[in-house]
Structures are given as C-alpha cells and as structure tokens.
C-alpha cells in the first residue's frame, strides 16, 4: 500500500479540531467513580508456565460494573524489591492468550500485566478468558460497533475502563513499586493506553503505536479497514444512524484523551498503515497535554514505508531505551516534542 495520508510535513504539524462533547469531563468521571468503588483486586494465583525466569499470576481484577477481568501478571524470578510495571493492552481482536507469549518487559527487569480484552479473542492468538455480559444493546457483532448507537452502552466504555482498573490492580500486586506505573500498547491496546494517560493522572509513562480510536472520523473517511470498517458496513445498512454513531465515538476519541494526558510519551507510526491511518496518531502526538498545562517530554517515530506492522521490533527497542531514560530521571518530565522522520 502506497503512502495514503498527509505527506509527514503536514502531519508533523497536523492539529485538528475535535468536536468534543461537552460532557466529556463528566462522563468519564462518572463512569470511573462507579468502578472505583471496592477493591480493583479479586485474586491472584501462581501458574507454572515451565519458565524458569520467569514467575507468573493469574489475575483476576473488578472491571466496568465490577466484571471480572483477566490478566496476566509476570515478574523476573527471584527479584524481590519494588519494580516499575508495564501494563499492557492487546490488539483489536486478541485476548490475553497464553502467559510465556509475551515477555520483552518481564525480561527487561520490569513487573508486566497484560490485560485480557473483555469480549474479543476469537480473531487473533490464543484466545482470551474474559466476557462481556453487557454486549445486548444495538449494534454489529464486531466489538468496534458493540453499542455504537449510545455512549452508555458502547464496548469501549468499558473496555477504557476495565482499562484504567487494570493499573489500579497492578499496583495492589505483589512486588510492584505503584508509583511507577507504565501504559504501553499497539493497535487497539495503543487507543487502550492513551485513554489511560489521559484518565489516570499519575501515570509514569505511556508508550503507544498505531493507536486505534485516534482522529475517528477523519478514519471512517479514509479506510474501509479493520475496525473502522465494521463501523462504515455497520453505517451502510443503518443509514439513519451516523449522528447517533458520531456522538458515541466522540467519548472514546484518543486525540481527546491526549489533550488531558500529563506523563511523558513515546509514540510510532508507519506512513502506510491503512488500519490506523497515521494522522490519527499525529493528530494525538501533536495535541498531547496541551489541556494540562504541563510539558512532558515526548517523541515520536515515523516508519515511511510500513504499514500497521510499525517499526516492529525496532520501534521496541526504541521503547526499552526510552523508558529506561524515564525512569531513571524521574524528575525529568519536560523536554519538548520530538519528532524522527525517516526512522525506518
């Protein structure tokens, strides 16, 4: 796929406006403080993996309307002083699948929890262990238009907020230090963990690439791909219904998240990704905690000639070395944009 969106000048530069509702504020609150209420915590039980490094948790933790949620939580055998945490958020599709399929953060000295995604997991890996006993209004079988007519009913209302749980449960977990948590995610887990650092605001760090649910509409007008085009075939039969869709997407819109995000940011986008167009992560990147007041340092990665792969193993390496300055100068929030073109 050819490069599709605005050349990487104008997305350097790209802000736009984004119709927020004006009870974004509210709403979010409203909904937290209803899932905040008990301990986010229900169990965590020991696993054998067959990993000698490794020891690893299944996790259970209170969710959107106290739901069960699933985890997987890991940390480097042997280790007992507080470490950071990674949460992680899995793509569009996948569930938490098995605990030794995704070690770089518990190998890189780091305590991880990578959530289950409530109601997916039958497009991608090994599957998921987490329901969602909510799923009855209106709207499409796939999860990108679960509810879509009304914000109360829409999966993302409480996939962000089992979300926002997931790091209230990591820090009650054993052998995390809860002041220095990290959101990290690609896809849909990178939507995920922007939402996050806009919610949560004592976040340490979020790492994202290829966000989903960044610059929505500009998306429904670009790509027939992925989650976005469930949307449009959703919206192609119900033709009375894009208002009512538009007004619950603008909820969930990342670029609004990242206005009101505050902890330092790394960001990674292919030029050629026709799932999450990047403009959406541009939009995001370039708007990000500009509601705040605050200045944190972020950057971001451009990979010209990939697509919705990113820079893959190189844009993690990428995150480790960054991180890894982050949180070994954790006074050191300011710093500026930076943006790297031509980083494939």
């Given at each position: 796929?050819?490069?599709?969106?605005l050349?990487?000048?104008?997305?350097?530069?790209?802000?736009p406006?984004?119709?927020?509702?004006?009870?974004f504020?509210?709403?979010?609150?409203?909904?937290?403080?209803?899932?905040?209420?008990?301990?986010?915590?229900?169990?965590?039980?020991?696993?054998?993996?067959?990993?000698?490094?490794?020891?690893?948790?299944?996790?259970?933790?209170?969710g959107?309307?106290?739901?069960?949620v699933?985890?997987?939580?890991?940390?480097?055998?042997?280790?007992?002083?507080?470490?950071?945490?990674?949460?992680?958020?899995?793509?569009?599709?996948?569930?938490?699948?098995?605990?030794?399929?995704?070690?770089?953060?518990?190998?890189?000295?780091?305590?991880?929890?990578?959530?289950?995604?409530?109601?997916?997991?039958?497009?991608?890996?090994?599957?998921?262990?987490?329901?969602?006993?909510?799923?009855?209004?209106?709207?499409?079988?796939?999860?990108?238009?679960?509810?879509?007519?009304?914000?109360?009913?829409?999966?993302y209302?409480r996939?962000?907020?089992?979300?926002?749980?997931?790091?209230?449960?990591v820090?009650?977990?054993?052998g995390?230090?809860?002041?220095?948590?990290?959101?990290?995610?690609?896809?849909?887990?990178?939507?995920?963990?922007?939402?996050?650092?806009?919610l949560?605001?004592?976040?340490?760090?979020?790492?994202?690439?290829?966000?989903?649910?960044?610059?929505?509409?500009r998306?429904?007008?670009?790509?027939?791909?992925?989650?976005?085009?469930?949307?449009?075939?959703?919206?192609?039969?119900?033709?009375?219904?894009?208002?009512?869709?538009?007004?619950?997407l603008s909820?969930?819109?990342?670029?609004?998240?990242?206005?009101r995000?505050?902890?330092?940011?790394?960001?990674?986008?292919?030029?050629?990704d026709?799932?999450?167009?990047?403009?959406?992560?541009?939009?995001?990147?370039?708007?990000y905690?500009?509601?705040?007041?605050?200045?944190?340092?972020?950057?971001i990665?451009?990979?010209p000639?990939?697509?919705?792969?990113?820079?893959?193993?190189?844009?993690?390496?990428r995150?480790?070395?960054?991180?890894?300055?982050v949180?070994?100068?954790?006074?050191?929030?300011?710093?500026?944009?930076?943006?790297?073109?031509g980083?494939?």
């Amino acid at each position: 796929m050819p490069a599709f969106d605005l050349p990487l000048t104008e997305l350097e530069c790209y802000r736009p406006d984004i119709e927020e509702p004006a009870d974004f504020d509210t709403f979010w609150r409203d909904t937290l403080k209803a899932a905040g209420e008990r301990d986010p915590v229900v169990s965590a039980r020991p696993v054998e993996t067959g990993l000698r490094l490794t020891r690893t948790w299944d996790v259970t933790f209170r969710g959107f309307a106290d739901d069960p949620v699933r985890a997987w939580f890991s940390r480097p055998a042997g280790g007992g002083e507080p470490l950071p945490a990674v949460v992680e958020f899995a793509g569009y599709g996948r569930g938490r699948g098995l605990p030794h399929e995704r070690l770089t953060w518990v190998n890189a000295g780091y305590a991880h929890l990578l959530m289950d995604n409530r109601g997916q997991g039958d497009q991608y890996g090994c599957g998921g262990d987490t329901p969602d006993p909510h799923a009855l209004a209106p709207g499409g079988p796939g999860p990108a238009v679960r509810g879509l007519l009304a914000a109360e009913d829409y999966h993302y209302r409480r996939l962000i907020t089992d979300a926002v749980r997931a790091v209230a449960a990591v820090r009650r977990l054993p052998g995390v230090d809860p002041g220095r948590t990290v959101a990290v995610g690609n896809s849909q887990g990178g939507g995920l963990a922007l939402a996050v650092a806009g919610l949560v605001p004592d976040l340490t760090a979020l790492m994202v690439t290829a966000p989903l649910l960044c610059g929505i509409r500009r998306a429904l007008d670009l790509t027939d791909a992925g989650p976005y085009g469930e949307i449009a075939a959703y919206l192609s039969v119900h033709r009375g219904a894009e208002e009512a869709a538009r007004r619950t997407l603008s909820y969930v819109e990342g670029v609004s998240f990242a206005r009101r995000a505050l902890a330092p940011a790394h960001f990674g986008v292919g030029l050629r990704d026709t799932v999450c167009p990047p403009s959406g992560a541009y939009a995001a990147f370039n708007r990000y905690a500009e509601l705040t007041g605050a200045h944190p340092r972020k950057e971001i990665h451009a990979y010209p000639f990939n697509g919705h792969e990113g820079g893959e193993a190189v844009q993690v390496r990428r995150q480790l070395d960054w991180l890894r300055t982050v949180l070994d100068e954790p006074g050191d929030a300011g710093g500026g944009a930076r943006s790297v073109p031509g980083a494939g």
